[in-house]
Nanobody, 116 residues
Framework: QVQLVESGGGLVQPGGSLRLSCAAS????????MSWYRQAPGKKRELVAT????????NYANSVKGRFTISRDNAKNTVYLQMNSLKPEDTAKYYC?????????WGQGTQVTVSS
């Protein structure tokens, strides 16, 4: 069974940084693109960033470009999201995602709260 386990969330002041991690198991991690999504209360889940299977290409939502960096370590089956210059509007639950044969798999999410 595909498993995705996120960690690294927390409470941070505006302008601060956090690094999220997502540990993956039970599938061939290096064969699939990985994504981070987020969902704020009362809002739809939105795509934040995607990295290709080998890590050679990334894409970001306009709202996080220049502040967030997605990366992966295929030797550790882990994908990361480095978040800098955090803003209160980044407050959300962040989810790791992989699409395998048309099916979406999600982790349990990790809460990020940006507040002074």
């Amino acid at each position: 069974q595909v498993q995705l386990v996120e960690s690294g969330g927390g409470l941070v002041q505006p302008g601060g940084s956090l690094r999220l991690s997502c540990a993956a198991s039970s599938f061939t991690f290096s064969s699939y693109a990985m994504s981070w999504y987020r969902q704020a209360p009362g809002k739809k889940r939105e795509l934040v960033a995607t990295v290709t299977s080998a890590g050679g290409s990334t894409n970001y939502a306009n709202s996080v470009k220049g502040r967030f960096t997605i990366s992966r370590d295929n030797a550790k089956n882990t994908v990361y999201l480095q978040m800098n210059s955090l803003k209160p509007e980044d407050t959300a639950k962040y989810y790791c995602n992989v699409q395998i044969m048309g099916r979406a798999y999600w982790g349990q999410g990790t809460q990020v709260t940006v507040s002074s």
